[in-house]
């Protein structure tokens, strides 16, 4: 089983997550679970189908936002935002260690003004992720919206 790593009250971050975490994932009363990991990224890693099939059984929503490692884009920061808006209750998202979907969280929450850059970086830092190295991308983002 993955640890899901709170965030904020409503956001979660894991690592490469199973049927058994989608599983808990429902039962704990996430309603989205959102893929940052491109499939074929390792051996043996479930395909993104397979885990949105597990995930609809369980009535749970499902958005894939693949990043290659290192390979953020504007889109993806884009439609991480807008998933993040949309959902209809809490958000568990996951890649290989969690890093990328912290980090694309982050900039979400830069990109949309939706809190201020020390807010992102200590939230960041108590769900066990340092992003103090994007701090100067964050206040870019952030100051390009509010």
């Known amino acids: 089983m993955s640890t899901f790593n709170k965030v904020t009250d409503t956001v979660s971050v894991a690592p490469q997550i199973t049927a058994d975490d989608i599983e808990a994932a429902a039962n704990a009363g996430v309603k989205l679970i959102i893929n940052n990991r491109p499939d074929g990224e390792e051996a043996g ?29 504007f889109e993806a920061i884009e439609s991480m935002s807008f998933a993040l808006r949309d959902a209809e209750g809490p958000v568990l998202a996951y890649c290989r260690s ?8 982050a900039l979400a929450e830069a990109f949309t003004a939706s809190r201020d850059v020390a807010d992102i970086l200590k939230l960041g830092a108590g769900a066990g992720y340092d992003l103090s190295g994007m701090a100067p ?10």
């Open 45 to 73: 890693q479930p395909s993104n189908d397979a885990l949105a099939a597990i995930a609809a059984d369980k009535g749970v929503a499902w958005a894939a936002i693949p990043v290659t490692s290192g390979q953020l884009t």
């Open 98 to 105: 969690g890093t990328r979907s912290c980090t694309l969280w």
């Open 137 to 146: 991308t964050l206040e870019h983002l952030y100051n390009s919206r509010a």
